[in-house]
Protein backbone atom coordinates (compact mmCIF):
# COMPACT_ATOMS: atom_id res chain seq x y z
CA UNK A 1 0.00 0.00 0.00
CA UNK A 2 2.93 2.70 1.34
CA UNK A 3 4.61 2.20 -2.48
CA UNK A 4 1.48 2.58 -4.26
CA UNK A 5 0.91 5.76 -2.79
CA UNK A 6 4.83 6.52 -3.05
CA UNK A 7 4.46 5.67 -6.67
CA UNK A 8 1.52 7.79 -7.04
CA UNK A 9 3.09 11.00 -5.57
CA UNK A 10 6.14 10.54 -7.48
CA UNK A 11 3.94 10.03 -10.89
CA UNK A 12 1.77 13.52 -9.74
CA UNK A 13 4.79 15.35 -8.93
CA UNK A 14 6.51 14.41 -12.33
CA UNK A 15 2.76 15.08 -14.21
CA UNK A 16 3.03 18.48 -12.41
CA UNK A 17 6.57 19.71 -13.43
CA UNK A 18 6.17 18.38 -17.30
CA UNK A 19 2.70 20.75 -16.88
CA UNK A 20 4.24 23.56 -15.56
CA UNK A 21 7.24 23.93 -17.70
CA UNK A 22 6.78 25.99 -20.66
CA UNK A 23 9.83 25.23 -22.63
CA UNK A 24 11.61 28.52 -22.00
CA UNK A 25 14.64 29.22 -20.23
CA UNK A 26 14.73 31.22 -17.22
CA UNK A 27 16.66 33.82 -18.36
CA UNK A 28 14.64 36.67 -15.72
CA UNK A 29 16.90 38.22 -12.92
CA UNK A 30 19.87 40.47 -11.64
CA UNK A 31 22.89 39.72 -12.72
CA UNK A 32 26.52 40.65 -12.40
CA UNK A 33 29.36 40.15 -14.53
CA UNK A 34 31.21 36.86 -13.57
CA UNK A 35 33.98 36.56 -16.47
CA UNK A 36 34.66 38.21 -19.59
CA UNK A 37 34.63 34.89 -22.13
CA UNK A 38 35.26 36.62 -25.00
CA UNK A 39 37.44 39.83 -26.11
CA UNK A 40 37.25 40.51 -29.78
CA UNK A 41 40.87 41.01 -31.47
CA UNK A 42 40.04 43.84 -32.71
CA UNK A 43 39.97 44.92 -28.82
CA UNK A 44 43.51 46.67 -27.51
CA UNK A 45 42.20 45.90 -24.22
CA UNK A 46 42.73 42.79 -22.36
CA UNK A 47 40.30 40.12 -20.65
CA UNK A 48 41.44 41.88 -17.14
CA UNK A 49 40.91 45.61 -18.31
CA UNK A 50 37.55 45.00 -19.64
CA UNK A 51 36.25 42.91 -16.27
CA UNK A 52 38.13 45.70 -14.00
CA UNK A 53 36.23 48.62 -15.93
CA UNK A 54 32.43 46.25 -15.64
CA UNK A 55 33.08 44.99 -12.61
CA UNK A 56 30.49 47.25 -10.91
CA UNK A 57 27.89 46.88 -13.72
CA UNK A 58 24.55 45.32 -13.23
CA UNK A 59 22.54 43.66 -15.86
CA UNK A 60 18.69 43.47 -15.37
CA UNK A 61 16.55 40.96 -17.47
CA UNK A 62 12.75 41.28 -16.61
CA UNK A 63 9.77 40.76 -18.88
CA UNK A 64 9.56 44.15 -18.91
CA UNK A 65 12.53 45.78 -18.61
CA UNK A 66 16.19 44.88 -20.44
CA UNK A 67 18.64 47.03 -18.44
CA UNK A 68 22.79 47.02 -18.40
CA UNK A 69 23.80 49.76 -15.77
CA UNK A 70 27.13 50.68 -16.48
CA UNK A 71 29.26 53.52 -16.91
CA UNK A 72 30.92 51.72 -20.30
CA UNK A 73 28.18 50.13 -22.06
CA UNK A 74 24.60 51.42 -20.84
CA UNK A 75 21.64 50.27 -22.40
CA UNK A 76 17.75 50.36 -21.17
CA UNK A 77 15.10 49.00 -23.08
CA UNK A 78 11.29 49.38 -22.36
CA UNK A 79 8.93 46.46 -23.08
CA UNK A 80 12.03 44.60 -24.88
CA UNK A 81 10.75 41.09 -26.72
CA UNK A 82 13.38 38.24 -26.08
CA UNK A 83 13.18 35.93 -29.47
CA UNK A 84 14.67 32.25 -28.69
CA UNK A 85 16.06 30.93 -31.65
CA UNK A 86 18.94 28.15 -32.38
CA UNK A 87 22.52 29.45 -32.14
CA UNK A 88 23.84 30.53 -35.43
CA UNK A 89 27.72 30.43 -35.57
CA UNK A 90 27.66 30.93 -39.17
CA UNK A 91 26.73 34.84 -38.91
CA UNK A 92 29.58 35.49 -36.87
CA UNK A 93 32.69 36.82 -38.04
CA UNK A 94 36.56 36.41 -36.48
CA UNK A 95 34.76 34.03 -33.90
CA UNK A 96 36.51 31.16 -32.20
CA UNK A 97 32.85 29.02 -32.32
CA UNK A 98 34.58 26.65 -30.19
CA UNK A 99 33.08 29.22 -27.56
CA UNK A 100 29.64 27.38 -28.74
CA UNK A 101 30.64 23.93 -27.87
CA UNK A 102 33.05 24.14 -25.34
CA UNK A 103 29.96 25.64 -22.92
CA UNK A 104 27.25 23.63 -24.55
CA UNK A 105 25.52 26.69 -25.54
CA UNK A 106 21.87 25.32 -26.19
CA UNK A 107 20.06 28.76 -27.61
CA UNK A 108 20.47 32.50 -27.81
CA UNK A 109 17.97 35.34 -27.83
CA UNK A 110 17.80 38.24 -29.95
CA UNK A 111 16.89 41.39 -28.11
CA UNK A 112 14.11 43.74 -29.45
CA UNK A 113 13.21 47.03 -28.32
CA UNK A 114 9.76 48.23 -28.68
CA UNK A 115 9.99 49.59 -31.91
CA UNK A 116 10.77 46.40 -32.95
CA UNK A 117 14.53 47.00 -33.84
CA UNK A 118 16.81 44.37 -32.79
CA UNK A 119 19.67 45.95 -30.02
CA UNK A 120 23.07 45.28 -30.08
CA UNK A 121 23.27 42.43 -27.39
CA UNK A 122 22.14 38.89 -27.73
CA UNK A 123 21.74 36.63 -24.56
CA UNK A 124 23.37 33.08 -24.76
CA UNK A 125 21.73 30.11 -22.68
CA UNK A 126 23.09 27.16 -21.25
CA UNK A 127 21.48 24.46 -18.76
CA UNK A 128 23.12 26.36 -16.35
CA UNK A 129 24.47 29.62 -17.56
CA UNK A 130 23.71 32.86 -19.39
CA UNK A 131 26.32 34.89 -21.24
CA UNK A 132 25.44 38.64 -23.20
CA UNK A 133 27.67 39.64 -26.04
CA UNK A 134 27.70 43.30 -26.08
CA UNK A 135 28.67 45.87 -28.43
CA UNK A 136 27.71 43.80 -31.77
CA UNK A 137 28.12 44.88 -35.20
CA UNK A 138 27.70 44.31 -38.40
CA UNK A 139 30.60 43.88 -40.95
CA UNK A 140 30.71 44.64 -44.81
CA UNK A 141 29.89 41.16 -45.92
CA UNK A 142 26.70 41.01 -43.63
CA UNK A 143 28.76 39.16 -40.50
CA UNK A 144 28.44 39.76 -37.11
CA UNK A 145 31.42 41.15 -35.12
CA UNK A 146 30.64 40.75 -31.55
CA UNK A 147 33.17 42.78 -29.54
CA UNK A 148 32.31 41.10 -25.59
CA UNK A 149 30.69 38.32 -24.23
CA UNK A 150 30.45 37.87 -20.24
CA UNK A 151 29.32 35.29 -18.48
CA UNK A 152 26.92 36.63 -15.94
CA UNK A 153 26.02 35.05 -12.46
CA UNK A 154 23.46 35.95 -9.88
Not at 16 to 28: A, R, T
Request: net charge neutral; hydrophobic share 40%; proline share 3%.
Amino acid sequence: MMKKILLLSALALLILMVGCSNGKDNIYGEYKLEEVSFLSPLSSSTKDSVKERMKDSTYIIQEDLFKVQSTELPIEVISPKYVKEEVDTESLAMFDTDFFRKNRIKAQYSIYDHDRNKIKSILYVSSDDLWIATNINVAPNGKLVIFYIFKLSK
